[in-house]
């Protein structure tokens, strides 16, 4: 790769990062909050590394003449780039220009369901308010390892996105959660019951009940909902955490 | 990889049409006419892109996309921290300080640069470009490499992590340092015994500072070509893990957690094709809730020693023939290592 090349490299690369981490929360869609900082430093670096590249390189051609081929025997050294260098390119014009959605309902239909949940023995006891807004992750937790069945008959509120049940038919409220990057995505699901699908990766509130089936408080109870309303949300700014629904409108 | 071979093609499409006159493989063995060259010329790059950007926009592809983006994402910070740290290495710390601080027998200095890798915060990226500025500083490489694969598991960020990934269980991340410093430091032997310096690339290294130039310039010169260099390994590496994340569905691993032999083979087998971070491993193994305790500690031991990017990043730094021997022992090393102790302590 030819020293100007390497130059627009550092470049682009630094111009990516800074694109998703500083003008914008695309960054989100790929980490976690936390890696903004050390994106922001790694896209300033990069492009001061390329400007004090290009700077150079432009005083060393103005110098001209035998200064320029003296240094030659040191930028050879390091010039030898290899060519999976080049592949740099894809990941920068990626971010700049054609960043990839988050990840969504292909991803959680390939996973199995609750698999994100932890174990927890100690359940306080639920709030009074009636929709209860919850996250699907406790509310999983409560239906399957609460052995006092507190959520039974309650009114839930709860955000997620789409993801279709497959040929059985039905969808599931979904939530993709991550602990690092994308490539650690894990799902966690509740069916839901009495209403039509939205389309898929669709962002929707879901008011209702659990879906009674099994022994409530153990596993064999299935996490499931009847529905009695779905509205139509935002998609959140971050969508890799399991937050409570946004408050609602006109109530 | 995928995707690149795409980008490739469309790239070379052009002009292959436009001078399809003269191909056999096409069928054509009359040049064409203009006017049809032209109306090619004019729809044929149209054309590809249309359909490329529609299958760009699949829902596979777009999760391919978004998790190679991801793994690459989250680790070119760490990638710099390490070229950063191993250009500064090479360009202002001289070598007779690493002569002074480890042991003068590479026996005893393995074991030494294995614990050293205490006070390299980051993930297995960073540590790569370092170990390398190592050898290049006459570090003996048995040692490097030790502090290679200890460094990414043992330091304080990611055994932090493992604990609060893990509560109520010091035991796990007590078995983790422990087991992660034995492979490392039966690495280290291991080379000593068996390894051969011609399976390292020659020259491994543009060594140390020059008398007469500028140790800044030296500093961002080496800086600049280890982080292209080793950036282009990481997206390789990046697209392999993509691919297999989006290939095989989670869901095929419930098959495997009945049996304990098999599923320390396969979490160890997991954790090298999913790449996922040293800094995150921990939060992935709790979430493997239906795997016995040692399997998942494998996943936590193999996981910053071996894995897809890393591999990809070894065989850029120090050449193919050793990447692969090495990744290869190292796999099985640490394998046994955390049954070992994993089973004497969990």
Redesign the interface.
């Known amino acids: 790769m030819r020293r100007p090349l390497q130059t627009v490299l550092l470049l682009l690369s630094g111009a990516g990062l800074l694109r998703i981490a500083l003008f914008g929360d695309l960054y989100l869609r790929y980490v976690k909050e936390g890696m903004r900082p050390l994106l922001i430093g790694s896209g300033v670096l990069l492009i001061l590394l390329g400007l004090t590249d290009a700077v150079s390189s432009l005083r060393r051609r103005e110098d001209g003449g035998h200064t320029g081929h003296g240094d030659g025997g040191h930028g050879h050294q390091h010039s030898s780039v290899p060519r999976p260098a080049w592949l740099l390119f894809l990941p920068a014009l990626s971010l700049l220009l054609y960043a990839p959605p988050a990840l969504g309902a292909y991803t959680a239909s390939r996973e199995p369901a609750e698999v994100a949940v932890t174990h927890e023995d100690d359940f306080d006891p639920l709030p009074a308010t009636s929709p209860l807004p919850i996250t699907l992750s406790d509310f999983t937790r409560r239906v399957r390892q609460d052995r006092t069945g507190a959520i039974g008959g309650r009114t839930v509120r709860m955000t997620g996105f789409v993801t279709s049940a497959g040929q059985g038919g039905g969808w599931f409220l979904t939530r993709i959660m991550i602990s690092c990057c994308a490539a650690d995505a894990r799902s966690v699901k509740v069916r839901v019951h009495g209403a039509p699908a939205p389309a898929a990766d669709t962002w929707v509130t879901v008011t209702g009940a659990w879906h009674p089936g099994g022994t409530l408080g153990t596993g064999s109870a299935p996490a499931a909902l009847d529905a009695r309303s779905v509205e139509k949300t935002a998609e959140p700014v971050n969508a890799y955490t399991d937050a409570l629904p946004p408050p609602a409108l006109g109530r | 990889m995928r995707?690149?071979e795409w980008?490739l093609r469309k790239t070379e499409e052009r002009p292959e049409i436009a001078e399809g006159t003269e191909r056999d493989d096409g069928g054509y063995d009359l040049p064409l006419p203009w006017p049809l060259l032209l109306l090619a010329a004019a729809t044929v790059p149209g054309v590809v892109l249309y359909f490329g950007g529609r299958w760009m926009e699949t829902?596979?592809m777009?999760?391919w996309?978004?998790?190679?983006?991801?793994?690459?994402?989250?680790a070119?910070?760490f990638l710099?921290l390490g070229t950063?740290l191993s250009g500064a290495i090479n360009a202002f710390v001289p070598a007779r300080v690493f002569s002074r601080i480890l042991p003068r027998r590479p026996v005893l200095a393995v074991p030494v640069a294995g614990v050293a890798g205490v006070v390299l915060p980051g993930c297995e990226c960073a540590s790569v470009p370092v170990a390398n500025s190592l050898i290049g500083r006459g570090v003996t490489p048995a040692a490097a490499f030790a502090f290679l694969l200890s460094a990414p598991a043992v330091n304080p960020v990611v055994l932090t992590a493992t604990a609060v990934?893990f509560p109520g269980q010091p035991g796990m991340v007590v078995a983790r340092l422990l087991a992660s410093l034995a492979a490392a430091s039966v690495m280290g032997w291991l080379w000593l015994w068996l390894g051969r310096a011609e399976w390292l690339r020659a020259g491994v290294r543009?060594g140390g500072h020059q008398p007469g130039?500028s140790r800044w310039?030296e500093f961002?010169?080496?800086?600049?070509?280890d982080?292209?260099?080793a950036?282009?390994?990481l997206?390789?590496g990046?697209?392999a893990?993509?691919t297999f994340?989006v290939a095989v569905?989670?869901?095929v691993?419930?098959a495997f957690s009945g049996s304990p032999w098999l599923s320390v083979l396969f979490l160890a087998g997991l954790a090298i094709v999913?790449?996922?971070?040293s800094?995150?491993?921990a939060?992935?193994a709790?979430?493997l809730?239906g795997f016995s305790p040692v399997a998942r500690l494998t996943f936590m031991v193999v996981g910053p020693m071996v894995d897809l990017k890393l591999i990809a990043l070894q065989a850029?730094t120090f050449g193919r023939a050793f990447a692969l021997r090495f990744s290869a022992a190292t796999a099985v090393v640490a394998v046994l290592s955390s049954v070992l102790i994993g089973g004497a302590l969990l």
């Open positions: 995707q690149t980008v829902p596979a777009e999760a996309r978004t998790v190679c983006l991801a793994v690459t994402v989250q070119l910070p710099l950063a990934a543009h130039g310039r961002r010169d080496g800086f600049r070509h982080f292209l260099h950036g282009g390994f997206v390789l990046a697209m893990a993509a994340n569905p989670r869901s691993l419930d999913l790449s996922v971070c800094e995150a491993d939060f992935v709790a979430s809730s850029g």
